[in-house]
């Protein structure tokens, strides 16, 4: 299981000195719940087992490692991720963890886009900014999803 090795890495948790802080990127119903996160060295929510926060943790970290692009309707995904290998390798069993996550991603993408359009273009804004994205392969059961 690919998501089980996010706990013991949590590399997307911490930032690197010398690098700018991170402003979690929050739906507007995110913002009204939390105000805002941001991530000056280690991210405030992050325990000894990971997020602390669990099912309730911001869209963009769920979505993490992940990044869309509303404009072209593309998903990337950010190449300093260690379980991006397995990940990808898992998209091609539809009943993988990776298959869904990501179908579970883009449900909620495809809400956001009705209801909080401005969300998803700006958190591609800071991705882009902040990580260095590749697109994901897609296998052909998934696209049509």
Excluded: W
Excluded at 38 to 62: Q, R, Y
């Amino acid at each position: 299981m690919p998501f089980d090795h996010c706990a013991e890495c949590r590399r997307c948790c911490y930032i690197e000195q010398g690098y700018p802080s991170l402003e979690i990127s929050l739906t507007a119903k995110e913002q009204r719940k939390f105000g805002s996160i941001c991530i000056e060295t280690e991210c405030p929510n992050l325990g000894p087992t990971g997020c602390t926060l669990g099912d309730d943790k911001p869209f963009s970290c769920k979505l993490y490692p992940l990044s869309y692009d509303p404009a072209t309707r593309q998903v990337y995904y950010d190449t300093d991720c260690p379980l991006m290998p397995e990940y990808i390798r898992q998209l091609k069993d539809e009943q993988s963890e990776a298959s869904s996550h990501l179908a579970s991603c883009k449900k909620e993408i495809a809400r956001l886009e009705k209801s909080d359009s401005a969300f998803l273009k700006g958190n591609f804004d800071v991705d882009m900014d902040y990580f260095e994205l590749k697109r994901l392969p897609v296998p052909s059961h998934v696209k049509g999803e």
